[in-house]
């Protein structure tokens, strides 16, 4: 009996895959069977993951491409059909925050947050989702933030960003799970991540979020492994439309 949590023969898209999050959820999609396209910008960094999921066994490639470019996303699209096939499951992990105070927020550097951090999540999952649509089953999952529902200094552009993507994803659910595509999101407590390096350069601010954990430490690449397969898989099938803390508890205190 095949089980709930196999990924055998589905087609999963990562972006912002060459580090960080989007990084470690295209490994954890792999090990559970997944044909596993990684996309960022940085060549040598997904290279590096490819040959760290055929290592383990695993199926993938790399797809190499500018996400802050939203005219290309039909065409992105189009290239990651290629390698094995229609996309069945889509993670949004690709990202940016500036963290610049409000008074130093400029136009660019806000059209540039909103347009990667929530933009880009919705015109590139309606660019994959009628190949979904054909086959009645799919999964989008993106990535929300502790400031999807929190304030945090130096955040303003990000957290609306990441607001946003909560919403966004009870709209997609409630467009597209009639059809078959589960539409969830992973709200992420404090990894070590390239967006969280300034806070892991500083181990007082690390110790005392930790502290505000109900499980007393921050989070481990490896902890976003679990939620990451069971909402990509048929053992999510009557879950839709959530956000989901992965955060140890923090936001439970």
């Not at 992105?76 to 499951?89: C, L, M």
């Not at 999964?139 to 303003?156: D, H, K, P, T």
């Not at 009639?178 to 969830?184: A, E, F, K, R």
């Amino acid at each position: 009996m095949k089980s709930i949590f196999d990924l055998s023969g589905k087609v999963a898209l990562v972006t912002g895959a060459s580090s960080g999050i989007g990084q470690r959820q295209a490994y954890a999609l792999a090990m559970a069977g997944a044909s596993v396209i990684l996309l960022g910008r940085r060549e040598d960094q997904l290279a590096l993951t490819v040959s760290a999921i055929e290592a383990s066994k695993g199926q993938a490639v790399m797809l190499k491409a500018d996400l802050t470019d939203r005219s290309s996303l039909r065409e992105i699209a189009e290239r990651s059909a290629e390698p094995f096939g229609a996309v069945d499951i889509l993670i949004n992990a690709a990202g940016v925050n500036l963290r610049q105070p409000v008074d130093e927020i400029t136009l660019e550097s806000w059209d540039e947050t909103l347009n990667l951090n929530l933009s880009t999540p919705f015109f590139l999952a309606r660019e994959l989702v009628p190949s979904m649509q054909a086959k009645s089953w799919g999964r989008v999952i993106n990535i929300a933030s502790l400031q999807s529902s929190r304030a945090f200094a130096n955040g303003m552009a990000y957290g609306a960003s990441k607001g946003g993507i909560a919403q966004l994803t009870r709209a997609m659910a409630e467009a597209w799970s009639s059809t078959g595509i589960n539409c969830n999101a992973i709200a992420p407590g404090f990894f070590p991540t390239g967006l969280t390096a300034p806070v892991y350069d500083n181990p007082e601010m690390l110790d005392k979020l930790a502290a505000q954990t109900a499980i007393g430490r921050n989070g481990e690449l490896q902890d976003l492994d679990g939620l990451t397969t069971f909402l990509a898989a048929t053992a999510s099938d009557y879950i839709t439309g959530q956000v989901i803390h992965l955060d140890g508890g923090f936001t439970a205190k």
